[in-house]
């Protein structure tokens, strides 16, 4: 069984949209949010 998860990162374009999913459908909890400043364009 996993307890715990230390550290993810998930790119995407909804940011809202991908929160529901994984803080509503998987039960998740985001201990931090970060922004994609303009800067780090690919």
């Known amino acids: 069984m996993i307890r ?3 550290f993810t990162v998930c790119p995407v374009t ?3 949209r991908a929160r529901a ?3 509503g459908d ?8 970060f922004e ?3 800067s ?3």
């Open 21 to 23: 999913f994984h803080e």
């Open 36 to 38: 994609r400043k303009e």
């Open 26 to 33: 998987l039960g998740l909890k985001s201990s931090l949010d």
């Open 14 to 16: 909804d940011m809202n």
């Open 4 to 6: 715990h998860i230390a």
């Open 40 to 42: 780090f364009r690919s």
